[in-house]
Every structure is written in C-alpha cells, then in structure tokens.
C-alpha cells in the first residue's frame, strides 16, 4: 500500500507540471484575452445591434410614407448610437496596447465602418435640413448604406467575440484533455 501512495504522488507533480506547461493562457509569448477589452467589445456589440436596428427602420422608410419628424427623430437617434460607437472605440483604442491579438484586430476594423457610418449618416441628416440638395435616389441609397454598414458592423463584432468565446472554450477542452498546445 506504502508503493501505491508514493507512486501517486511521485506523478503528481509531473502531471501539474505538464499540465502547466501545456495550458494555452500559461504559453510562452501568447498575450491571453484581455478581460476588460472583451467587456468593452462585448458593449460595442450591444451598441452596435441597436444602431442596426435602427437603421435597418429608417431603411425601412423607403418603402412607405413617413413624416419628416419621424425621419429626423430615427436619423437622430442613430446619431447618438454612432456617437456611442465612436466613444466605446475610443475606450477600445486607448486599452488596445493590453489586447490580445484578435482583440486588436477587432479594435482596429471598427473604425473604417464608424467613418462610413458618419459620413452616411450626415447625408442624410443634410437632405432632411435641407441643407445640400440630394436627389431622393441618393437619400435613398444613403439609408441603404448605412443600414448595410451597420449590419456588417454588428455582424463583425458578433463574430469576434463568437470566436473569442471559442477560443476560451477550445482552450480548456485541450487543457481538460491534456492535448498538447499548437505551435
């Protein structure tokens, strides 16, 4: 019985051991996920979905009669969801030195679609004031862009984190059943 237990606790030690060496987060030169920054993206997620939602509604309004009001209030309010966008990417930029690799990646592809949003969005707003004349055609091509961009964008956030949450989850699999980390 003394043989047993001296056995056990003689492998004990290699087991952790390897176990360690082999765990995902604990490999050398590999930036593990940076919670904050996943929270950050996880909020941009959010923010993004509500301004799809409301561009994909003022979209919506090429195909029926709506009132001005209504028009400037939805374009309004995608506005401020941009806006939101923007300073939650400010969040982002300014944690992006602690982020792992995908995190950075996802930081950095938000911005091209905000810069898009922006500039759609102020066209529309301009057609509505009055300001700059814009053929319907092109108001309507302005709702559909941004719609589209911020369809994509949401998309885009959502797969990032879909795949920062399988990363994680393949992480303990292979820790849980001991394979041997990638190189």
């Known amino acids: 019985m003394k043989r047993h237990r001296s056995t056990v606790w003689g492998t004990l030690p290699l087991l952790l051991g390897g176990f360690l060496i082999s765990s995902p987060v604990i490999r050398a030169g590999e930036v593990p996920d940076n919670e904050h920054v996943t929270k950050l993206l996880s909020e941009a997620k959010t923010q993004a979905f509500q301004l799809k939602e409301d561009a994909q509604t003022m979209e919506s309004f090429n195909r029926m009669t709506v009132s001005r009001e209504t028009q400037a209030a939805t374009i309004n309010q995608i ?82 984190i879909d795949y920062g949450k399988t990363k994680d989850r393949v992480a303990r699999l292979a820790a849980k059943l001991e394979i041997p980390a990638a190189k």
């Open 79 to 160: 506005k401020e969801h941009i806006n939101g966008l923007v300073r939650q990417s400010a969040k982002l930029q300014d944690a992006e030195n602690a982020a792992s690799p995908w995190q950075k990646q996802a930081i950095v592809r938000i911005l091209p679609f905000l810069d898009e949003l922006e500039g759609y969005t102020t066209a529309v707003i301009e057609h509505l004031n009055g300001e700059k004349t814009h053929t319907f055609a092109e108001y309507q091509d302005y709702l559909e862009a941004n719609a589209d961009y911020a369809t994509d964008l949401a998309t885009m956030i959502g797969n990032f």
